[in-house]
């Protein structure tokens, strides 16, 4: 598994905090899937310490913490929040997400490049969200960014990877670099598809917060990661047009 | 002699059973019943099917309980709560019919039967027992109710020794109660007297689900954010934006609505979002009702009297805790 950031992880899922039923849940969600690292959204729950108890909580799953830029809209709200992000976590980690578009909730590829640029100079380790666009990507890892997470389909949706063909072209473009399936993921086979097409962690929030049984399916995605994961490692056969018995017809002693 | 600290929703009904149990009580509180306590700020909607969407079964169940608790004392207004969202969110309303009960899907002409204000939508689940009260009216009425039993708020504990204190103080019991959080809620109450809408109705969105209950002679309030911080300062321009445009998809006449009141608290909360009762030495702590103050407090309080007048341990009595 290639490292984030020289950081190899247990387990290739990412878990978002948001919108559990409660805290209890989200606990026992995160204790159920063994996912290595948790993200969470740092603009709605207050920089002042007033969100503490809500921190702590995050802190004491012992997993990696990833602070994320939600929600933001400008370069410079994106690079504020980091620095807070940092100051509360003590994490040089930033999943950076502008976005650009309120209905698709689409990252603004533009000001992405821009603040990625400002926070790698500063020191950040930087995971952007974006899309499945190669140039963006080089763009990205030009500005200073070790790992690209391109979209499945919009944060929310639920609705798999949209478009397997550019995320598959996105792993071959860039075969040094960790990958991460980031949004759009509903159902376990959604994250397994992922991981066989050799990505290297998936992150999602709502399908396991949103689920009915949020532990279950936290179990279930933990479940469909480590299989896609084997899976793409085990050399997959090739899909092929026509038939081929497994076992061999000529010469079978078939007058039985 | 018990000891009740707090003149809060939670302190007022535990205050109630005790005293109907026939103990001896004595209420405090620096600040009297009002503004200081969270429950002054609740939607005061009994909506235990409703609120199940997103809480553990605990609430459904020991929820039913309060909408015949409070009628003994206060107005009850038995109109059932109405669950809309937009076309483009019918994946909200078919997930919320999934998560809950006791409702009966309606038709967008069902819906204008029930509330001809709301128009615009074609479907939405009508949960007919449901509930709501007036949460300021119901407080005054419990203080009534216990001033009419020689039972008074003190503003600070009298000379006389007591047996068991019963902290009712909400987040302010914070430093005793380590896992308690903060859960900010930001509401408005605005008027709107173009607009008739006679029961409470929740608008579900992916990312803002709003309700609104009417407070008759045109009032409404619009509530309530959620926000994982005990920071209890100010309303957000975003929350105000987000409260005021959901209320005017519900009807564009909210939009000349006067905005009367804009309330900000921090609802006490356990890891569960369940509330508890937790005896420390002493004093035993009732907490946590998050939002479900008017919903769970009844329950809460019978709980804190089985526990200190029968000795009996029920399910929200948390004896577990280090």
Redesign the interface.
């Known amino acids: 598994m290639r490292a984030f950031y020289g950081t190899t992880l247990a387990n290739p899922l990412m878990l978002g905090t948001a919108q559990y039923?409660?805290?209890?849940?989200l606990?026992a969600a995160f204790r159920e899937s063994g996912a290595a690292v948790a993200t969470v959204s740092l603009r709605?729950?207050?920089a002042?310490g007033?969100?503490?108890?809500?921190w702590e909580?995050i802190r004491a799953l012992n997993v990696l913490v990833l602070p994320n830029t939600a929600g933001c809209h400008t370069v410079k709200e994106a690079v504020t929040t980091a620095h807070m992000a940092r100051e509360v976590f003590d994490t040089p980690w930033i999943k950076l997400e502008l976005i650009g578009h309120t209905d698709s909730l689409q990252p603004d590829v533009f000001q992405l490049v821009e603040a990625a640029k400002i926070l790698s100079d500063e020191g950040f380790q930087v995971f952007p969200y974006t899309t499945e666009d190669l140039i963006v990507g080089e763009r990205l890892l030009a500005a200073g960014c070790e790992v690209l997470m391109p979209w499945g389909a919009p944060i929310?949706s639920g609705r798999g990877l949209n478009n397997t063909y550019a995320l598959r072209a996105m792993r071959a473009e860039f075969p040094d670099t960790p990958l991460v399936v980031d949004a759009g993921i509903g159902l376990p086979s959604h994250a397994a598809a992922a991981m066989e097409l050799g990505y290297d962690a998936v992150l999602l929030n709502t399908a396991v917060a949103?689920a009915?049984d949020p532990v279950a399916m936290a179990r279930a995605m933990a479940r469909a990661v480590e299989a896609g994961a084997l899976g793409a490692e085990a050399d997959p056969m090739e899909p092929r047009d026509m038939a081929e018995a497994s076992t061999p017809v000529i010469g079978k002693a078939f007058l039985s | 002699m018990i000891r009740i600290l707090g003149a809060g929703v939670a302190g007022l009904t535990v205050a109630t059973e005790l005293a109907a149990a026939g103990a001896e009580v004595e209420l405090v509180d620096p600040k009297g019943p009002g503004a200081a306590s969270c429950s002054w700020w609740a939607g005061g909607m009994l909506a235990p099917f409703c609120e199940f969407e997103n809480a553990e079964e605990p609430v459904m169940r020991l929820g039913q309980l309060a909408k015949a608790w409070w009628a003994r004392f206060t107005e009850v207004i038995g109109a059932g709560t109405l669950v809309v969202a937009h076309r483009r969110d019918q994946a909200d309303l078919r997930r919320f019919a999934r998560r809950t009960e006791q409702f009966a899907p309606v038709t967008g002409a069902e819906i204008s039967t029930l509330e001809p204000d709301l128009v615009g939508y074609d479907s939405g689940l009508f949960f007919e027992s449901e509930a709501h009260l007036a949460p300021r009216q119901a407080l005054a009425d419990l203080v009534r109710h216990l001033d009419g039993q020689g039972i008074a708020i003190r503003p600070e504990p009298s000379a006389h020794p007591a047996e068991r204190t019963i902290d009712c103080t909400g987040f302010a019991a914070r430093e005793a109660l380590s896992d308690l959080r903060g859960v900010k809620g930001e509401m408005l109450v605005i008027r709107a007297p173009d607009v008739a809408i006679s029961r409470p109705v929740r608008l579900l969105h992916p990312r803002i689900p709003l309700y609104i209950v009417p407070r008759g002679d045109g009032v409404y309030m619009l509530g309530a954010t959620m926000i994982e911080t005990a920071d209890r300062g100010r309303i957000t321009a975003r929350s105000m934006l987000e409260l005021l445009s959901a209320a005017y998809a519900l009807n564009p006449a909210f939009g000349e609505a006067e905005v009367l009141e804009i309330g900000v608290d921090v609802r006490p909360a356990f890891p569960n979002n369940l509330p508890k009762v937790r005896a420390k030495g002493s004093t035993i702590y009732a907490n946590g009702l998050f939002r479900h103050g008017f919903l769970l407090a009844p329950a809460l309080a019978k709980a804190v009297t089985d526990l200190v007048i029968h000795n009996r341990e029920t399910e929200l009595v948390d004896a577990n805790h280090a």
């Open positions: 039923p409660s805290p209890a849940i606990e709605r729950e207050g002042d007033a969100g503490q108890a809500f909580m929310g949103k009915g």
